[in-house]
């Protein structure tokens, strides 16, 4: 189903397509705004959930959405200032900092840019973003509107894709695609890359393949592999950068619920779900969100009934959960158990990212006792 947002221009209704891949509902108030608008203006109307579709100069635009955040961000020394009251919990720390970042990002969506039918941009100094947007969007049938900091991101996302993103334990680069989440944080690889294969392993199914990283890491170890995603974002991406490496004749990518279908049992089966669980607020947070840790909870119950005799299952997880008191590691032993696995050895590292050594993270009490594991699991049978 379309949605349509309304405006009065010129003394008539009109109205357009509506576009957001972050899911935000069209706004209901719709007001034209140009380089007359103040940024303090555009702060109140956007505060009392009116968006402003921009009629003036591309750059004044992306000028205006700076001084947005620059008046969120002096709102938010303000409240530092008073002292709020401190997180109990770690929980509430993380509930109450993602409750920020979403609400600082509905605020932020409310300045709209218009785009032709061909995804030109009918503005003054506009880019041509005709390319990022068709890889994000596709086609397009008709004009339609959508948030000035959305296109941004469909701009930073084209750039990723191009330029790619340098995975040491391949020694190459990986394309992300828009919405596909990107293998920036490499210790992850590096253990799929370094821990013990079976013995005999030939083949392997990688379940949740995104952009196809620990595909084409298996490949280079000399296996063959089967790769499944649902999201057919990420099954386009897995199948071009396969390909871009050399190694579409080792790898198949195949659209699956977690496991393959009609390929019962490989003596490696490996998975890198989202570490988080929780509901997603986009469609894109569904590589950082895992709803009532369904895609883990799915893994494990099914690995026992896809491996091969003396095989393994390797999960890699974030413990980044558990600190901020999310999932317990008793539960999580508790469903390998439950799924009647057993642990053969956990592989360990410390995240290297920029913000595990923010002090100034909101998150910073978790992030810097964050430990990445790979566990090898096989049947307890």
């Not at 990986?174 to 013995?199: C, D, K, T």
């Amino acid at each position: 189903m379309t949605t349509r947002i309304e405006w009065v221009e010129g003394g008539e209704t009109r109205s357009a397509l509506w576009r957001s891949e972050s899911g935000w509902p069209a706004p209901k108030n719709v007001v034209l705004a140009d380089d007359t608008m103040s940024a303090d203006a555009a702060y109140r109307l956007a505060l009392d959930g009116t968006a402003l579709l921009w009629r003036g100069d591309f750059q004044n635009a992306r000028q205006l959405l700076q001084a947005l955040v620059r008046r969120i961000e002096h709102k938010g020394e303000r409240g530092r200032r008073a002292k709020p009251r401190a997180p109990a919990t770690p929980t509430e720390a993380f509930h109450r900092h993602r409750l920020t970042q979403l609400q600082r990002a509905r605020l932020l969506a409310m300045l709209l840019i218009p785009f032709e039918a061909d995804h030109g941009i009918p503005l003054r100094r506009a880019p041509d973003a005709r390319l990022a947007c068709l890889e994000a969007y596709g086609p397009a049938d008709e004009p339609y509107v959508a948030s000035l900091r959305e296109l941004l991101g469909v701009i930073g996302a084209h750039e990723w894709r191009r330029k790619g993103v340098m995975v040491p334990a391949l020694g190459e680069r990986i394309h992300p695609w828009y919405g596909v989440f990107s293998p920036v944080r490499g210790e992850y690889v590096e253990l799929v890359a370094q821990a013990p294969l079976p013995a005999g392993a030939k083949t392997a199914f990688d379940v949740g393949a995104g952009t196809g990283v620990l595909s084409a890491v298996l490949a280079r170890r000399g296996l063959r592999v089967l790769a499944t995603d649902m999201d057919a974002r990420a099954l386009g991406c897995a199948r071009e950068n396969i390909a871009r490496l050399g190694l579409a004749a080792q790898v198949e990518v195949v659209q699956a619920d977690l496991f393959p279908q009609g390929h019962a049992r490989a003596p490696l089966v490996v998975c890198n779900p989202p570490w988080l669980p929780g509901k997603p607020s986009s469609a894109i947070e569904y590589a950082i969100y895992d709803p009532d840790s369904r895609m883990l909870r799915g893994f494990l119950g099914g690995l026992d009934a896809h491996l091969e005799p003396g095989g393994e299952g390797w999960l890699i997880m974030s413990d980044f959960a558990e600190h901020l008191g999310l999932r317990s590691r008793e539960q999580l032993l508790g469903w390998i158990a439950d799924a009647g696995l057993e642990v053969v050895a956990r592989h360990d590292t410390r995240p290297v990212h920029p913000r595990a050594s923010d002090p100034d993270d909101p998150l910073h009490a978790a992030r810097a006792k964050e430990v990445t594991s790979l566990w090898r699991l096989r049947s307890a049978g």
